[in-house]
């Protein structure tokens, strides 16, 4: 066995044990409502900072280009209330259109 499956087996041992821990140490007690509240603006909290990271960096260095661009453009739309495929479809686009392809 190789240092690669002993550490997955690991990590799936500590993640099985975080998880259960939760229903274990509640036993059935509701949660409070201020931390539905928190636990439910994490996902999208996340979510923002990996496309963040994924469009803007580039060998830990900042990178402004047209796929920036199409991600500002795209999120721009979906604060104003764009539907989602619309606000995808107007981001592809405008990044299409600075890299010369339209």
Known sequence: MTAVWVSI?????????IK?????????????????RIIALLAPAILTALVLVGSI?????????????????AG???GLGVPMLAAIALGVVTAAALRGLL
């Open 76 to 78: 721009a739309a979906m």
């Open 9 to 17: 087996g690991i990590v799936a041992v500590i993640n099985f044990a």
């Open 20 to 36: 259960a821990s939760g229903p274990v140490l509640l036993a059935g007690r509701e949660l409070p409502d201020q931390l539905l």
């Open 57 to 73: 960096s580039e060998d830990g260095r900042l990178k402004v280009d047209e796929q920036t661009a199409g991600v500002g453009i």
